[in-house]
């Protein structure tokens, strides 16, 4: 695309923010032992790639109520990958402090944006 007003899937801050936080859930699913990794950390990772999965799919739909609803999917699982599944490791001791702050700090920024993301996207519905 030669639009200058185009910013593609790689330059948009809320799927960087997404892509790192499931570059750091990889790296604690990583060090998850076979059975943490199956009664958890499986359905940990899937959200956390999820997450910017969505945000790609959604990117990537023609008209902006298909967009809004592909956003919404992802907000839906960065909550499961947050508020649930790493809470629920740090809270079981499986993951370190240090792991859980960093998740805890770019989630809580991630959902700030992403919650922006989708208004903005909603507002270009009722222009």
């Known amino acids: 695309m030669n639009d200058k007003n185009f910013i593609t899937l790689k330059d948009l801050k809320v799927y960087q923010l997404a ?18 990794k199956k009664i958890m950390g499986d359905q940990f990772i899937r959200s956390m790639d999820s997450i910017e999965a969505n945000i ?4 990537g739909r023609y008209h902006a109520m298909d ?12 909550f499961e990958a947050y508020y649930h599944w ?10 370190s402090e240090a792991d859980f ?3 805890n700090t770019h989630s809580k920024d991630l959902e ?8 903005s996207t909603r507002k270009s519905i009722k222009k």
């Open 101 to 103: 702050g960093y998740i």
């Open 112 to 119: 700030v944006r992403l919650n922006n993301f989708i208004s």
């Open 86 to 95: 790493t809470s629920l490791l740090f809270v079981r001791k499986i993951i």
């Open 56 to 59: 790609a799919e959604g990117y």
């Open 67 to 78: 967009q809004v609803k592909i956003y919404l999917y992802s907000r839906g699982s960065m």
């Open 19 to 36: 892509r790192e936080l499931s570059s750091k859930a990889w790296d604690v699913y990583c060090n998850l032992t076979f059975e943490q």
